[in-house]
């Protein structure tokens, strides 16, 4: 991802430099954006669902279409580990000019972001009006004109795109004296998401201060140890903050945590029933499948209180509930 006019500016400087050295040569500039979704990257890059090359001249396009080839006609042996998905179609190429190359990423990753925080917001409309957002989700997704992918409601977004480049749009448009609304106020109602779920426990707890509180799960999303701009930082901070003690588990996380916040106000557990071990409540934060199966028994006998908020609408109410313990989605 880069700033769109990116591509021209670099194709500027490499012929100002050539010219004052007097060497005549063809440049050939191009920008080929990536959609590759963090924690399955490998798959995205040999199954994607299109490939956009942007360039003015014919050469520049022609030669990444031949690089392209084997991914386009799909002729390279699938690898062990990431086998072809069943009726995979061959994926379309795009070509358009640099420019519009360059604000493809940025829409798509706006997009997405947008879309998010749309169903959060109704989310929180479904608790105020008794409507369980899981099924509104899934009723507008089966609509061809909408599709079911990143409408699920939770915690919100985070991670290093979505925040970076919705950011680096409203600088965009600033430049240009337009103000993006949209993205805007996508960014404002992910950032109150997050701080609806620390509402959330206060309403449930009554007091936050003196009670302990564990969360399941650092990351950002599930299948990386990413913590940028995770969700969890700001239950951390906040919680902390209003006088709780947290404690947190993340098959994979916890050493990014401690490399890089290592003054986060926060024990680390190695398994989930540890977690638990006399908290007040417990969060589910990050999308790990593994959390949903968790030895719900196991913990409902560890944990002081009884409180499961399931900031991710992973876990199945019954069973929650089979075991003792009060369920808490988002939206439901």
Request: glycine fraction near 8%; charge should be neutral.
């Amino acid at each position: 991802t880069v700033p769109v006019g990116s591509a021209r500016h670099v194709e500027g400087i490499i012929g100002r430099r050539l010219a004052s050295r007097g060497v005549e040569a063809e440049v050939y500039m191009a920008s080929n954006p990536e959609f590759l979704a963090e924690g399955r990257a490998v798959h995205d890059t040999l199954y994607p669902d299109r490939i956009v090359i942007g360039a003015d001249a014919a050469f520049a396009t022609g030669l990444l279409r031949e690089m392209y080839a084997p991914i386009l006609e799909q002729t390279f042996e699938p690898p062990p580990a990431s086998p072809r998905p069943e009726r995979f179609g061959l994926p379309p190429l795009i070509t358009t000019t640099a420019t519009s190359a360059e604000l493809t990423k940025y829409a798509a990753n706006s997009f997405l972001a947008t879309k998010i925080s749309f169903i959060n917001e109704f989310a929180i409309l479904a608790e105020k009006v008794g409507a369980d957002i899981t099924e509104v989700a899934r009723a507008i997704g089966l609509d061809q004109r909408i599709g079911g992918k990143f409408l699920n409601a939770g915690i919100g977004w985070g991670g290093s795109c979505f925040g970076k480049d919705t950011a680096a749009v409203l600088a965009l448009g600033n430049t240009y004296d337009y103000d993006l609304q949209l993205v805007r106020s996508a960014i404002e109602v992910n950032r109150r998401q997050r701080l609806f779920v620390v509402d959330k426990l206060q309403r449930h707890l009554k007091v936050l201060r003196g009670t302990t509180i564990g969360l399941l799960g650092l990351a950002f999303k599930g299948n990386t140890d990413d913590m940028r701009d995770s969700p969890a930082l700001t239950l951390i901070h906040e919680l902390h903050e209003r006088g709780a003690v947290v404690r947190a588990h993340d098959p994979i996380a916890v050493p990014t945590a401690k490399r890089h916040f290592p003054d986060l106000p926060v024990e680390y557990l190695d398994d989930e029933v540890s977690l638990a071990q006399g908290c007040d409540a417990v969060v589910v934060v990050t999308d790990w499948n593994q959390y949903r199966r968790l030895p719900l028994a196991q913990m409902a006998a560890a944990m002081r209180g009884n409180l499961v908020l399931d900031a991710r609408n992973l876990l199945q109410r019954q069973q929650v509930e089979g075991v003792g313990l009060e369920y808490v989605g988002v939206g439901r």
